[in-house]
């Protein structure tokens, strides 16, 4: 029998004391999209920063290819590209200087071309060099998106509320993006309040609702 790549292994959590959820358990193989639903409280992003290994549950594990996350460290978040529902951008570098930064510290050295293409694929053609303080926030989140344009080998993302501040072409624009990484074998996992949006049916994909 072969392994799933994401194990989600009796899960608990506790915030200030309230239990949020317990008991959660997921198997989710190589290419899948996992679609985790809820009211505000409901533990969603919890859940998120469980799987990338930022916050420990109460109780319960995480694994990677069978092994704790917790084990492998470094080498499972090479793997992995996470964004949280706040762009995390600092507003004194630029949109490109942003990007770099973000790569590397996800074990990446993109070129001055590769990080302008990805900017570009996001709408943001032109924009390379202006500082971020001066950006929309539907443009700065588009900043963090480019992440993703770049992260493609990686085999996980987890993306909480990426579509938010995202017009309908960049949410297009991303819907795209996401169904192509699911496709080439990747797992995503991601939050979104937005119904409406059209996720092909052929996509392989799993929903959990808090």
Known sequence: MVTPAL???DLHCVRGGRRVFDGLSLDIPEGRLLRVSGANGAGKTSLLRMICGLLLPARGEVLWRGQR???LREDF????IYLGHAAALKDDLSASENLVAAA???GLDPGAAEVEAALASTGLRGHAHVPVRNLSQGQRR???LARLVLGKASALWVLDEPFNALDAAASAWLLQLVSGQVRRGAIVVLTSHDADLSWPDTLPQLELAL
Do not use: D
């Open 7 to 9: 194990q989600i292994c």
């Open 69 to 71: 996350i917790a084990a």
């Open 142 to 144: 588009r900043v963090a």
């Open 104 to 106: 590397r510290l996800s």
């Open 77 to 80: 978040h090479r793997q992995l």
